[in-house]
Nanobody
Framework: QVQLVESGGGLVQAGGRLRLSCAAS????????MGWFRQAPGKEREFVAA????????YYTDSVKGRFTISRDNAKNTVYLQMNSLKPEDTAVYYC???????????????????WGQGTQVTVSS
């Protein structure tokens, strides 16, 4: 079992920045990949970014490349999402998720992830 708790969401103006955190507990954090997803009102949940167990590999959806950075601190059992140059279209509930498969690939399909946090709201005003 893995428990995930997100924090760091809030209201920010367009062009601003936020850093989301996701604290994990349970199974050894350094053994599984992590991802961030988001869901805007009336839309499907979509992939944002993923990071390998070591932090050595990352993967982003095109719309956030160059603006968002995913990272992890295995000593703190925490994964981060640094979001810069935020846009109103980034408004969503953001979720972190754990991929326990030990796949060699970073995955963007939400159904490949095994555990989820409760989400944190990010609102970007124009």
């Amino acid at each position: 079992q893995v428990q995930l708790v997100e924090s760091g969401g809030g209201l920010v103006q367009a062009g601003g920045r936020l850093r989301l955190s996701c604290a994990a507990s349970g199974r050894a954090f350094s053994t599984y990949a992590m991802g961030w997803f988001r869901q805007a009102p009336g839309k499907e949940r979509e992939f944002v970014a993923a990071i390998s167990w070591s932090g050595g590999r990352t993967y982003y959806t095109d719309s956030v490349k160059g603006r968002f950075t995913i990272s992890r601190d295995n000593a703190k059992n925490t994964v981060y999402l640094q979001m810069n140059s935020l846009k109103p279209e980034d408004t969503a509930v953001y979720y972190c998720a754990a991929d326990m498969s030990r796949s060699r690939y970073l995955r963007e399909n939400q159904y490949d992830y095994d555990y989820w946090g409760q989400g944190t709201q990010v609102t970007v005003s124009s």
